[in-house]
């Protein structure tokens, strides 16, 4: 499919190394995936569900011990521990390339290497990134093929360039003993070895679109950030887009895809997805405005928790052409099920697992030996399939931003929404994120953890630099968009959460909106600019008067200044690459709780 030196040398390379029986380059094209698709059936790897309820739809099940993201496998390579910094695992290229060569000494053996040319973003667009995937897994090919723009007309447009990202890719004996996910960002390269599950085997996804990215756009004075892009059409057809970073479990698909509430659909108004999970953003030179891009092609989400209610257009998206993870399979009708659809578990049913499933023995406390469906179980999707797809989802240029929102899970501290005074502070905002854990990192679940942008386990370099480069794409955005943060998670004494969330957050955000338009006024804070309670409009919401808006935005002074105890140890734990003018921000922080009277 081409004549790149470069390309065949290497790929000349790995087949040495992993001794595959043959070689097969991915075009792209129906025929060929068709066909895989039929090959992995036959082997078990996947399983044809009913075709003519979910036409195109397919199952798989991973191995029970790789399921999730590993962030304590995860490595980032680079010639000294201080690029990598304290919060990546790190280890010297040289040696981790030797590891990995022995773990890749024919791991191919009886195996068929694919070889997948495949473009991050609009082939030939100036955000676009080419890669190349070399893999064992039909599996691995079909989610490619979902995920990324994947063929010959991207090996085209790569032409002789060398400047293409390097991935490698076996399942080998998927042993987590031995698993790894390694970067090596100067070397624009990417390896994995013994696993199978999605986030850590689609090199496209998290590893090239954050973690290699997030090293290319501080080098080439872009941004990679973990976050959706939306835009809500006003009634007059005006659309302004925002884009926002939670932490997994925190309803960031749900709000990519977000339907507006009754009294705003009756208006005219409309929500267009443009990205669900990763966002590249550029400085347009015409306007002075940051630009940005969605460099995906499709859906990688959490199933579980995915329903009418929460998420009516995600699951209009997976009924065709979807490839679904660790799910329940449904033998009655051989469809799929997981926990959070509906109220009527299949009776005649598989878990994750493959086993015969009992749903009257699902113990909460114990999901992920007594669920039918893993909790970090997925579906893969095409983005084509989105009811509420942005026609601005083909744009080669991006869509303006007009706000950046940060947003994590805290019960007492956040508020509802508030602004952070300017660029700088907004940076320091988005650094002191804190949420849950969840089933989609391996570890422990229900943790409170920092987790700053999002980006805590993606950015491919020194946390504190990745700091410092927000600052500096600041002083290069003429006119950059308002940061701020969102908390849809605070609870009352009972634990139960206040704010209805879900469509109602578009509530939140026609007031963000509208303070970047300068339309209403705010209320300063110790911690950045409040809503006045009475322009966050709670029309037509039950249970919800004034008093629960005010409530909604009340500074804890205490919980906050405990807040900025652990904020400073975590500052600590990033190290002396944290930027001055951050804490900077932070004793202005301390300095307006302790004056704050309430």
């Known amino acids: 499919m081409t004549n790149n030196k470069y390309v065949l040398s290497w790929i000349d390379e790995m087949a040495a190394m992993c001794k595959p029986d043959r070689i097969v380059w991915i075009d792209g094209s129906e025929e060929q995936a068709e ?70 000494n024919g791991s191919m053996k009886g195996k068929t290497m694919y ?36 063929g010959k007309e991207v090996i085209d447009a790569l032409g002789d360039s060398p400047d293409y990202v390097k991935g490698l890719h076996s399942v080998a004996d998927c042993d987590e003993k031995n698993r790894y996910i390694v970067h090596f960002p100067q070397d624009n390269t990417i390896m994995s070895i013994n696993s199978g599950y999605g986030g850590n ?6 590893c090239f679109a954050l973690r290699i990215a997030s090293y290319l756009g501080r080098k080439e004075g872009w941004m990679a950030e973990h976050m959706l892009i939306l835009g ?37 108004y409309k929500v267009w997805t443009v990205g669900d999970d990763i966002a590249w953003l550029r400085v347009n030179k015409e306007d002075g405005r940051l630009y940005a891009v969605n460099p995906e092609n499709g859906f ?51 878990n994750w697992r493959g086993e015969p499933w009992d749903y009257t023995k699902y113990d909460k406390n114990d999901k992920v030996k007594t669920a039918g469906a893993h909790p970090n179980s997925r579906f893969t999707a095409p983005a084509k399939n989105c009811p509420c797809l942005s026609k601005e989802f083909y744009s080669t240029k991006g869509v303006p931003i007009s706000a950046i929102i940060f947003g994590g899970r805290r019960a007492k501290t956040a508020p509802l929404v508030y602004e ?49 480069h927000w600052l500096e794409m600041g002083k290069k955005i003429p006119n950059p968009p308002k940061i701020f943060n969102v908390n849809w998670f605070r609870t009352d004494d009972n634990g139960n959460f206040i704010w209805p969330g879900f469509g109602d957050n578009m509530r939140v955000l026609l007031w963000i909106l509208d303070r970047c338009e300068g339309k209403v006024d705010a209320v300063d804070s110790p911690i950045g600019y409040l809503p006045k309670p009475e ?50 921000e932070l004793a202005k922080l301390e300095a307006n709780l302790k004056a704050y009277k309430g």
């Open 35 to 104: 066909a895989l698709r039929a090959e992995a059936c036959a082997t078990g790897e996947l399983i044809k569900l009913n075709q003519e309820l979910l036409p195109g739809c397919y199952l798989h099940r991973t191995a029970i011990n790789d399921v999730a993201r590993v962030e304590d496998r995860t490595f980032i390579c680079t010639p000294t521990k201080e690029e990598a910094g304290n919060i990546n695992n790190w280890v010297a290229p040289d040696e981790m390339y030797a590891t990995l060569k022995k773990l890749y």
């Open 115 to 150: 070889v997948i040319p495949y473009s991050m973003g609009i082939v030939g667009s100036d955000f676009a990134k080419i890669g190349i995937e070399l893999t064992d897994s039909i599996y691995v090919v079909l989610n490619m093929m979902i995920m990324t723009r994947v």
């Open 201 to 206: 085997v689609l090199l496209g996804k998290k």
């Open 232 to 268: 809500i059409e006003y009634p007059n057809g005006d659309i302004k887009y925002i884009t926002a970073a939670f932490p997994s479990a925190c309803g960031k698909t749900n709000l990519a895809m977000l339907i507006p509430p009754e009294i705003y659909k009756k208006q005219g």
């Open 300 to 350: 990688f989400g959490v199933a579980p928790g995915t329903n009418d209610k929460s998420n009516p257009n995600a699951l209009a998206t997976i009924t065709r052409d979807t490839i679904f993870t660790n799910v329940c399979h449904d033998l009655d009708n051989n469809t799929v099920w997981w926990e959070g659809l509906n109220d009527n578990p299949p009776k005649n049913a598989l």
């Open 420 to 468: 952070s005074r300017n660029w700088q502070n907004g940076t320091f905002v988005g650094s002191i994120m804190a949420s849950e854990t969840t089933a989609a990192a391996a570890g422990a679940v229900g943790v409170v953890r920092r987790d700053p942008m999002a980006m805590l386990p993606f950015a491919g370099y020194n946390m504190g630099d990745y700091f410092a």
């Open 535 to 584: 322009d966050i409009n709670i029309e037509g919401l039950e249970g919800v008067t004034l008093d629960t808006i005010k409530d909604l935005l009340t500074i804890d002074r205490d919980a906050w200044l405990a807040d900025v105890e652990n904020i400073k140890a975590f500052y600590a734990k990033i190290g002396d690459h944290v930027p001055a003018v951050l804490y900077e």
